[in-house]
């Protein structure tokens, strides 16, 4: 994309495509007669709402750059798998040729998209309770499962140490580099992380797993939970699913559920607060340097990455 008037390239972040414009698309792709469509949410990804005369779906237009179209592909392959297994889900929409992912072209570069059913329902909302948290515990118990039947025809994402800590730790520690006390306690907490995973990792639960548990992405419907968006979705230790909620007060209620259906090892309970810091890490590279890319430096003040600094000066402080 050039620049007006000065003959250079302009490199573009992210682009947010017009509705007016992705109907043509849906059309297209899906054979869909659509009627409406409107941006839901633009952050990391794109979502809109298609209204169509056969319902309504959303649409999910990745960011360029973040995940492949391959490895979206084993994302939809996945929830495509868990459907069929009847784990309530967003069931994915198949492109009028039969595959699950197309690609729009976009002036930062290619953009994978996909299309799945509305889910009708709301997100649960506060006072919890631990009935709520027993069927969460159960609903993912029952994603775990039906992962250990799933073949993918083509690579995803794996969860290996080198991604999931070392990586992020990398791009944290530069970030604090003007901040030395911060720097070290989330150095020496990453570390003892590090150890006590490598320490346990031979007899934890591995398989697909969904990557974001949190009540944010489930869905009260009049049949039960449905659980979505699955775009962090890859092969790792089952546990770090169990991370979130295991920082709540309803962990008691979500372990039982979860254990009504699959067992919960030893080691994957020893190891629970390891993987949180692994993934307190992540989300402080998310925080501190992938978000202001797009989003601004202002954004470093909306407070969570201080949150994320926070637990983990409390790990290093009741651990360490």
Same mark, same amino acid.
């Given at each position: 994309?050039?620049?007006a008037?000065?003959g250079?390239?302009?490199?573009v972040?992210?682009?947010?495509?017009?509705?007016?414009? %992705?109907?043509?698309?849906?059309?297209?792709?899906? *054979?869909?007669?659509?009627?409406g469509?409107?941006?839901?949410r633009?952050f990391?990804?794109?979502v809109?709402?298609?209204?169509?005369?056969?319902?309504?779906?959303v649409?999910?237009?990745?960011?360029?750059g973040?995940?492949s179209?391959?490895?979206v592909?084993w994302?939809?392959?996945?929830?495509a798998?868990?459907?069929?297994? *009847?784990?309530?889900?967003?069931?994915?929409?198949? %492109?009028?040729?039969?595959q699950?992912?197309? @690609?729009l072209?976009?002036p930062?570069?290619?953009?994978?998209?996909? %299309?799945s059913?509305?889910?009708?329902?709301?997100?649960? @909302?506060?006072?919890f309770?631990?009935?709520l948290?027993?069927d969460? *515990?159960?609903?993912?118990?029952?994603?775990?499962?039906?992962g250990?039947s799933? =073949?993918a025809? =083509?690579?995803?994402?794996?969860?290996?140490?080198?991604?999931?800590?070392?990586?992020?730790?990398?791009?944290v520690?530069?970030?604090l580099?003007?901040?030395?006390?911060t720097r070290?306690?989330v150095? =020496?907490?990453?570390a003892?992380a =590090?150890?006590q995973?490598?320490?346990?990792a031979?007899?934890?639960?591995r398989?697909?797993?969904?990557?974001d548990?949190?009540?944010?992405?489930?869905r009260?419907?009049?049949?039960?939970?449905?659980?979505?968006?699955?775009?962090?979705a890859?092969?790792?230790?089952?546990?770090?699913?169990l991370?979130?909620?295991?920082?709540?007060?309803?962990?008691?209620?979500f372990?039982?559920?979860?254990?009504?259906?699959r067992p919960?090892?030893?080691?994957?309970?020893?190891v629970?607060?390891?993987?949180a810091?692994a993934?307190?890490?992540a989300n402080?590279?998310?925080h501190?340097?992938?978000?202001?890319?797009?989003?601004?430096?202002e954004s470093?003040?909306?407070g969570?990455?201080?949150?994320?600094?926070?637990?983990?000066?409390?790990?290093?402080?009741?651990?360490?």
């Amino acid at each position: 994309m050039r620049s007006a008037g000065y003959g250079g390239v302009t490199a573009v972040l992210r682009s947010v495509f017009a509705p007016d414009a %992705l109907r043509v698309v849906v059309e297209e792709a899906y *054979g869909l007669v659509v009627e409406g469509c409107m941006l839901l949410r633009s952050f990391v990804n794109d979502v809109y709402e298609v209204r169509s005369v056969g319902g309504r779906h959303v649409l999910k237009i990745y960011c360029h750059g973040r995940r492949s179209n391959a490895e979206v592909a084993w994302e939809l392959e996945f929830v495509a798998h868990l459907a069929a297994a *009847g784990v309530p889900v967003a069931r994915i929409v198949p %492109l009028v040729g039969g595959q699950l992912v197309g @690609e729009l072209a976009a002036p930062e570069g290619p953009r994978p998209f996909a %299309l799945s059913e509305h889910v009708d329902g709301c997100k649960p @909302e506060e006072p919890f309770d631990g009935t709520l948290h027993r069927d969460f *515990g159960r609903l993912v118990a029952r994603l775990h499962t039906a992962g250990d039947s799933f =073949r993918a025809v =083509r690579p995803g994402r794996g969860f290996i140490l080198e991604r999931m800590l070392d990586e992020p730790l990398a791009a944290v520690l530069s970030a604090l580099r003007d901040q030395p006390e911060t720097r070290d306690v989330v150095r =020496r907490v990453a570390a003892r992380a =590090r150890r006590q995973i490598v320490e346990h990792a031979d007899g934890l639960d591995r398989g697909p797993c969904h990557g974001d548990v949190s009540l944010d992405n489930i869905r009260l419907t009049s049949g039960g939970l449905v659980i979505y968006d699955f775009d962090l979705a890859g092969d790792g230790w089952r546990a770090s699913d169990l991370t979130g909620v295991r920082a709540t007060p309803f962990w008691d209620a979500f372990a039982a559920g979860y254990t009504e259906v699959r067992p919960l090892g030893p080691r994957d309970l020893a190891v629970l607060p390891w993987l949180a810091v692994a993934g307190t890490v992540a989300n402080l590279r998310f925080h501190l340097v992938d978000k202001p890319r797009f989003r601004g430096t202002e954004s470093v003040d909306e407070g969570w990455a201080a949150r994320e600094l926070a637990s983990l000066q409390a790990i290093a402080d009741d651990l360490i």
